[in-house]
């Protein structure tokens, strides 16, 4: 198992917005990891499409497969693949126009 990121360590010392808070998670992120949401209080669409954009800029989709996510909440659960299928159409969407 790869480094733990403990998302509610880095909430609290990283004052400001959820996309600040994603912005910090996804700059420590790496394939591999785990990051861990337990009493993370700021999961909002915000804050998943920013941590999926950043992550999928620096590494790609494929290393997406190899985060491990733990102790999600149903609704940021289901906020991070809305993100991910959101972003994957933009950029389908985007390829075939250009």
Request: aromatic share 10%.
């Amino acid at each position: 198992m790869g480094k733990v990121i403990k998302v509610a360590e880095i909430e609290r010392a990283c004052p400001g917005t959820s996309r600040d808070v994603a912005r910090e998670v996804a700059k420590r992120a790496t394939p591999g990891c785990v990051i861990d949401f337990s009493d993370f209080a700021l999961g909002n669409n915000s804050f998943a499409d920013e941590f999926i954009m950043r992550f999928v800029e620096k590494f790609g989709w494929d290393a997406l497969r190899e985060v491990v996510f733990k102790n999600m909440s149903p609704l940021l659960k289901s906020l991070l693949k809305r993100a991910v299928t959101r972003r994957k159409y933009e950029m389908t969407a985007w390829n075939t126009k250009n």
